[in-house]
């Protein structure tokens, strides 16, 4: 049993929601199984299913409300017809207790036996088409406790909206018990008709506030290398490189040490961070390239060390290290986390290449970093299907960003194979590149308009399925070749619903403009439903990192556009124009090439926005110009974990993208020799 399910109920402080599929599978879900490349992973669950028979009693119809959900809809109790299956304490583990279909949400209860602790409740259901995928789950959460059972009996329960894509059925409902390694399962097959007021109307589109043209020079005066910014980020992201301490090569996430204590080394951020390194090594000046090279080398050996330690509970999974000794985190945590091999993978390869360039030695390459990028490269191309905690550690399922990072790792390790006489390796990752680019393209849902970040049920009410991960796995993962590029139209559309989500969530999303006048972009977070506040759990926020994101993929958008030298609006794209770039004017299925003016205002339209969001890092950055994690959203100020490494790098790929699509490409060597 992966161990990251004995984890779950110390993160979430209640029972674990984690993903667990499947349980009937017909022809419909293996067809989508097979598209994801995921069969192997769904198959073995399945495979372990326990086989029985259990009639369920004749569905009981009343009228009223499911008084155990957290938060359902504010519906009269005489407009939801609900179904009653089983009253009284059932003679199995698991059976669903009630169920509606009701104003568009999904409202189900359920009976669970204490078997154990560590539990996984999830019912599946058919869509409005009459299709099973990986979608159509609804995971249950611990509600209470069965009264007069001494605790031997729980209620679990779920309200889901599930409109868009409708609910006619429901299949079976499943338990996990993870501790005794058992599944139970209650077959249902019951025809679902919908009750209560219609489903809720799409929102209306957001009506553009701003108009900016081009770039402007009080972020021009802000991110210049002369100026006080790029110095501090630099320094500080350098200080969090071997601190004090920390095992040479490490990196610390944060310098705070208790709420939150960042005081670790995480895979993912190390790798990110140290691949700003990588790109300062390549951008420095001759005199400058050892210092950089001597810090690529220490986190290299570090890598090597971390990949051989005997304790990792995952192995090359474990997502985060103590500093003092280089040894894998021993608590409960939400393992594995997949992303960071890969990204690891491509930051020492990008080194390597770099190395060589500059007159390193290949035996060098091959004894000190061909040791740790073939340990991480052999790892992606053996579990790439493999279910993973996301890059934010709360959501286990099969995830976008890991998806394009590991694309990228193998397609880089396959040419670096090659370079190095690994034929057979070679051939190796770049054939599984391919299956994990098919699998990549499965997460975009057109009924949406929207690339998924996680392709499975609703975890955490992660309802939107909207996620600033999908936005930074182009910014980490994208491979330059074309494929899920800053110009991708899934990946506009996306960036489109994901940043204007938050409009509505953040307070300080109302305040347009600074003190000058100058327009504001929109407070980015994580995800609209986030209520991490970068302590404990009560609302989330937007966070420098995910703003200066946002302002990146803008600017390798209008620099691609230009090297194109053309735009076409499809029906994926059209509100993206519609709202960034509103003076364009820009017409459906309209092609517009370099000389016509719509082209040269789209692409102006799309520098501006980029500086709108730097603007809106700057505006809301403590005065010291030293970025913490978070920004509150209710008034600004710099919240959650102290200097994080992660919000400087962030700072400084978003120079080096407005630096290019500016026409400025010395602006990263600047930052290098400074």
Not at 100 to 125: F, H, I, R, T
Not at 362 to 375: E, T
Not at 639 to 644: E, Q, T
Request: proline fraction near 6%.
């Amino acid at each position: 049993m992966p161990p990251f399910y004995q984890a779950l109920s110390y993160l979430t402080g209640q029972q674990p929601i984690g993903l667990r599929h499947v349980s009937v599978v017909d022809y419909q879900v293996k067809q989508q199984l097979h598209q994801l490349q995921l069969s192997d992973y769904w198959g073995s669950i399945v495979s372990h299913c326990t086989s029985f028979t259990m009639k369920v009693s004749s569905p009981l119809r009343f009228l009223g409300l499911i008084g155990l959900l957290h938060s359902a809809p504010s519906f009269s109790a005489t407009q939801c017809d609900i179904v009653g299956i089983e009253g009284s304490i059932p003679d199995y583990p698991v059976a669903l207790q009630q169920y509606s279909y009701c104003g568009g949400y999904l409202n189900v209860s359920a009976w669970v036996q204490n078997v154990n602790y560590n539990k996984v409740v999830q019912l599946y259901y058919a869509n409005a088409k009459g299709e099973v995928t990986p979608l159509s789950v609804v995971s249950l959460g611990w509600t209470k406790m069965a009264e007069g059972t001494d605790n031997g009996w729980e209620f679990w329960a779920a309200q889901t909206p599930v409109y868009l894509n409708g609910v006619t059925k429901l299949i079976n409902i499943t338990y996990d018990a993870l501790d005794i390694h058992q599944q139970y399962v209650q077959p249902l097959d019951l025809d679902v008709e919908p009750s209560g007021p219609p489903p809720p109307d799409p929102p209306a589109a957001p009506k553009p506030y701003a108009k900016p043209q081009g770039f402007s020079s009080d972020i021009s005066d802000w991110m210049a290398t002369s100026a006080t910014q790029a110095g501090i980020s630099k320094k500080r992201m350098f200080d969090n490189i071997s601190p004090e301490g920390a095992v040479k090569g490490l990196v610390v996430a944060s310098q705070s040490r208790s709420e939150p204590d960042y005081w670790y080394h995480w895979i993912r951020d190390a790798a990110l961070t140290m691949d700003v390194v990588v790109m300062l090594y390549e951008a420095a000046s001759p005199q400058k390239k050892g210092y950089y090279e001597e810090r690529l080398f220490d986190y290299a050996k570090s890598s090597i060390d971390q990949q051989n330690d005997p304790n990792a509970i995952s192995g090359l999974g474990e997502p985060k290290f103590y500093l003092d000794t280089n040894t894998g985190y021993t608590g409960p945590w939400g393992r594995p986390q997949n992303d960071g091999p890969g990204a690891r993978a491509v930051t020492l390869v990008r080194f390597a290449e770099f190395y060589l360039k500059n007159g390193g030695s290949q035996s060098v390459v091959i004894s000190k970093l061909w040791p740790a990028i073939s340990r991480d490269l052999q790892y992606v191309a053996a579990d790439w299907r493999s279910g993973s905690f996301d890059l934010w550690e709360e959501v286990n399922s099969q995830h976008f960003y890991n998806r394009i990072i590991h694309r990228r790792a193998l397609l880089l390790g396959s040419e670096f194979a090659k370079k190095l006489g690994y034929n057979d390796d070679a051939a190796r990752y770049s054939n599984i590149a391919a299956q994990v680019l098919e699998s990549a393209k499965g997460f975009w849902d057109s009924q949406r308009n929207l690339v998924l970040y996680s392709y499975g049920p609703v975890m955490r009410d992660k309802s939107s399925y909207k996620d600033i991960s999908v936005v930074l796995s182009v910014l980490h993962g994208y491979n330059d070749d074309g494929v899920f590029s800053a110009t991708n139209d899934q990946i506009l559309a996306s960036a489109y619903q994901i940043a204007t989500s938050f409009l509505a969530i953040y307070p300080i999303a109302s305040i347009k403009k600074d003190a000058k006048g100058n327009p504001l972009g929109i407070p980015i977070g994580r995800y609209p439903e986030d209520v991490y506040d970068g302590v404990g759990t009560s609302r989330g926020n937007p966070w420098y990192l995910t703003t200066s994101a946002m302002a990146e993929l803008f600017y390798k958008a209008a620099a691609e556009f230009q090297a194109r030298d053309q735009i076409t609006v499809t029906p994926a794209t059209e509100a993206f124009w519609k709202y960034f770039a509103p003076p364009a004017d820009a017409t459906l299925n309209r092609k517009y090439t370099s000389r016509s003016h719509t082209f040269k205002e789209m692409v102006r339209a799309l520098q501006g926005w980029g500086d709108m969001w730097m603007r809106t890092v700057k505006y809301w950055a403590p005065a010291d110009g030293r970025f913490p994690e978070e920004y509150d959203r209710d008034d600004g100020r710099g919240v959650g974990a102290k200097d994080l490494t992660w919000s400087y790098a962030a700072w400084i790929t978003a120079g080096a993208a407005r630096g290019r699509a500016n026409g400025d490409p010395t602006w990263l060597t600047r930052v290098a020799d400074l």
